[in-house]
């Protein structure tokens, strides 16, 4: 499926709901002067999303409070003494540090903030890339339906009246 243009007039935003309808597996790849991002899907769903703006998954774990320091970095190291690639999601679900449901549910206020970020952008590209499907048996987001993850970025906008809905 191809899929690519301008982040201008609320492309982006006819561009994800295109990918959740056509059930593609691949990443929409996002860029700006300022930053880039990548939105996961797998059969359109989105199953990831990271920009360089919000941080790493990891990172935003530690920061709420969700695992300590200490715990990232040895899952980290796990994650890199790994002869096959594991999310890290999956990691921290493998070696205990987290369950699956805690996991997953900040997997889905990740993928929220990232949307929310990169519906902001006011110029710059996008193009889709098919890829196979992530290995190594990923933690899925609690929700990666676009519709339900939409009205999140919307309840996330309303509780910041200053800034204007994608």
């Given at each position: 499926?191809?899929?690519?243009?301008?982040?201008?007039?609320?492309?982006?935003?006819?561009?994800?709901?295109?990918?959740?309808?056509?059930?593609?597996?691949?990443?929409?790849?996002?860029?700006?002067?300022?930053?880039?991002?990548?939105?996961?899907?797998?059969?359109?769903?989105?199953?990831?999303?990271?920009?360089t703006m919000a941080g790493k998954l990891g990172d935003v774990l530690v920061d709420k409070g969700l695992v300590r320091r200490d715990k990232l970095d040895?899952?980290?190291?796990?994650?890199?003494?790994?002869?096959?690639?594991?999310?890290?999601?999956?990691?921290?679900?493998?070696?205990?540090?987290?369950?699956?449901?805690?996991?997953?549910?900040?997997l889905e206020a990740h993928i929220v903030r990232v949307l929310d970020d990169i519906l902001r952008w006011d110029h710059g590209t996008f193009r889709f890339?098919?890829?196979?499907?992530?290995?190594?048996?990923?933690?899925?987001?609690?929700?990666?339906?676009?519709?339900?993850?939409?009205?999140?970025?919307?309840?996330?906008?309303?509780?910041?009246?200053?800034?204007?809905?994608?």
């Amino acid at each position: 499926m191809s899929v690519s243009g301008g982040i201008e007039h609320g492309e982006l935003l006819t561009a994800l709901r295109l990918l959740s309808r056509g059930r593609p597996t691949g990443a929409l790849l996002v860029s700006t002067s300022f930053a880039n991002a990548a939105v996961g899907f797998e059969n359109g769903e989105i199953v990831s999303a990271s920009s360089t703006m919000a941080g790493k998954l990891g990172d935003v774990l530690v920061d709420k409070g969700l695992v300590r320091r200490d715990k990232l970095d040895a899952a980290l190291w796990v994650q890199r003494q790994d002869k096959e690639w594991r999310p890290l999601g999956r990691v921290l679900v493998d070696v205990k540090v987290l369950p699956e449901d805690v996991v997953a549910l900040a997997l889905e206020a990740h993928i929220v903030r990232v949307l929310d970020d990169i519906l902001r952008w006011d110029h710059g590209t996008f193009r889709f890339e098919e890829r196979p499907p992530a290995g190594g048996n990923p933690v899925r987001p609690a929700c990666g339906d676009l519709g339900k993850l939409e009205l999140k970025v919307a309840v996330l906008r309303q509780k910041d009246p200053g800034v204007p809905a994608a």
